[in-house]
């Protein structure tokens, strides 16, 4: 059995709320008929989220405080948004856009107020998924294609004005779901080659390609330590979802469990930001089958919902102007 892996995680627990097609959305302020105020940890009071608010068919952009206020629309229109990032410098947000009637999904930048909404592959003809903006952010890693006949997909990089387009990724592998390492040295993401999806890491050059995992369950998600010695993961095995840490040598593996003292424990979905204070975004069900977002630490001791329970999904946490 591989060695478990000492992490404090923070769980962000979320999903969508439904919401109809075609026209503008009237939603309710976050704190309205949601669970009551509760003190969070210091790291976490006062940040902002990027999430995505919707359904399948029609979702947007929306910020606000881990405590619920304050809350925003950044993206209108029709057509879904989903898998927001925000630049380093925490002025702009990169997001998945899949039009109405769609699953051929672009890749979009928008700045924090809601203008200057653009296409970020048009320039190249790309299309995308799982956007994640470069530490020094100079670079956009995404999934992509150029057109139906650049099969499978690939990690591409691209400049924010679209700009320099590489592909790094063999056509051997379907990848999908990139994230940096903190110094903006790797990426790793996860791939088929054979079966299920497992995790790679590769070079922002493109060299040094390496199979981290190689297991019969689907693994995908990766998002990297502060310290970019381990990698979180989601791992999907059936009913019962989890999530796994692995050191980014692929050397040790771990999984992170839940206290006995949190009933019943969350089913894990998709991880997003893991924060210096050594926390993970990421979406999970809480209490009674409610989808939210909340803090759990990796002992499973201590449980905190964000944005007071309300629906919302994909969240990333603000880059905390205190560094």
Request: charged share 20%.
């Amino acid at each position: 059995m591989a060695p478990k892996l000492a992490v404090t995680l923070l769980v962000l627990v979320a999903a969508s709320t439904a919401c109809s097609s075609g026209r503008e959305r009237q939603d309710p302020p976050l704190d309205e008929g949601t669970a009551a105020a509760v003190e969070l940890p210091p790291e976490l009071a006062g940040r902002e989220l990027a999430f995505s608010r919707g359904d399948e068919t029609a979702s947007d952009i929306y910020v606000a405080r881990t405590d619920g206020s304050s809350i925003r629309q950044v993206t209108r229109g029709a057509g879904v948004k989903y898998d927001p990032d925000w630049s380093p410098d925490g002025t702009r947000i990169v997001y998945r856009f899949e039009p109405a009637g769609s699953r051929l999904s672009s890749i979009r930048v928008v700045n924090a107020d809601g203008s200057g909404d653009y296409d970020l592959g048009r320039p190249a003809g790309l299309l995308g998924m799982g956007p994640a903006w470069s530490p020094d952010g100079a670079r956009i890693a995404f999934a992509g294609a150029r057109g139906p006949r650049d099969r499978p997909a690939g990690i591409y990089l691209v400049d924010p004005n679209g700009s320099n387009p590489v592909r790094l990724t063999p056509k051997t592998i379907e990848a999908q779901y990139p994230a940096w390492s903190p110094d903006g040295r790797r990426i790793a993401f996860s791939g088929v080659a054979r079966g299920g999806f497992d995790l790679y890491v590769v070079n922002a050059d493109g060299s040094q390609l390496r199979r981290l995992t190689r297991t019969p369950e689907a693994e995908n998600w990766p998002m990297w330590s502060p310290d970019g010695r381990r990698i979180a993961f989601h791992v999907e095995a059936g009913a019962s979802p989890s999530l796994g840490v692995i050191a980014a040598n692929g050397s040790a593996r771990g999984v992170i469990a839940f206290s006995p003292a949190i009933e019943p424990a969350p089913d894990c979905g998709v991880p997003g930001n893991w924060t210096p204070a050594r926390r993970i975004l990421i979406n999970c069900t809480v209490a009674g089958g409610r989808i939210g977002i909340g803090a759990l630490a990796a002992d499973g001791g201590e449980f905190h919902v964000l944005l007071r329970g309300a629906d919302a999904g994909f969240p990333a946490l603000r880059p905390d102007p205190r560094g």
